[in-house]
C-alpha cells in the first residue's frame, strides 16, 4: 500500500477559499475529512498545516478563531507548523503583515521526510510556484508528487512539472468539507 504525506499550505488555502467565496473560512472546514479523501485507499503517514500565528493584540477576535482552528487541527493529528508572520510599511503609510518562511519550511520538512523515507508520495496543497523545484528533487529519491491546487489559483509550471496526479478544488469540492455547525 503506497504511503502518503500531505503538506498543506494555509495561507494559500485560506486565499484559494476566498477567491471562490469571500465568506468562506479555514475556520469551519474539516480537513481531516478532506484527506481522507485525498488520500482514500492509501496509507496516511502524515499531515502537516504551514501558518503563521495572527497576534492576539491586534485582530481579537480572528485570533481566537485561529486558536480554535489550530487545537481542531492538532486534535485531529494535523501537525501545525508555525511560521513568522512580520510587519510590512506600504506606500500608501499603511501596515500590512507578510508571512515569512511558510514556503521554505514546507520545502525542507517535504525534503526533509523524503530523504527519511516517509513517503512514497507527497500531496502538496497549494498552487505556489515556488514549489516547482521540489517534484524534481522528490523524483531523484523515487517518489512521486500529488498536487490539490485551487481554480484559477495555481502556477501553470508547477502542475507541468508535477510528476503524478493534480487535483482540483473548486466550490463543488470544498461544500463537501465544511463543518455543518
Not at 482552528?69 to 510590512?88: A, S, V
Not at 498536487?147 to 489559483?153: D, I, S
Amino acid at each position: 500500500m503506497e504511503r502518503v504525506s500531505v503538506f498543506i499550505d494555509g495561507e494559500n488555502f485560506l486565499y484559494g477559499m476566498k477567491s471562490i467565496n469571500k465568506f468562506y473560512s479555514d475556520f469551519h472546514f474539516d480537513f481531516k475529512k478532506y484527506i481522507i479523501n485525498l488520500t482514500k485507499g492509501r496509507k496516511l503517514i502524515d499531515v502537516y498545516y504551514f501558518i503563521a500565528p495572527l497576534k492576539q493584540e491586534i485582530t481579537p477576535e480572528l485570533y481566537k478563531k485561529q486558536q480554535k482552528l489550530l487545537t481542531r487541527l492538532r486534535q485531529k493529528g494535523i501537525k501545525t507548523i508555525l511560521c513568522k508572520r512580520t510587519k510590512r510599511d506600504n506606500s500608501d503609510g499603511t501596515q500590512s503583515h507578510k508571512i515569512k518562511e511558510d514556503d521554505i519550511r514546507l520545502a525542507l520538512q517535504m525534503q526533509k521526510d523524503a530523504y527519511e523515507n516517509k513517503f512514497d508520495i507527497a500531496i502538496l496543497v497549494s498552487g505556489d510556484g515556488d514549489f516547482v523545484p521540489l517534484p524534481e528533487y522528490l523524483s531523484e529519491k523515487s517518489k512521486k508528487m500529488e498536487v490539490a491546487y485551487f481554480e484559477g489559483q495555481t502556477a501553470f509550471t508547477l502542475l507541468r512539472v508535477c510528476n503524478f496526479r493534480v487535483f482540483l478544488i473548486n466550490k463543488k469540492i470544498l461544500n463537501k468539507f465544511f463543518y455543518r455547525e
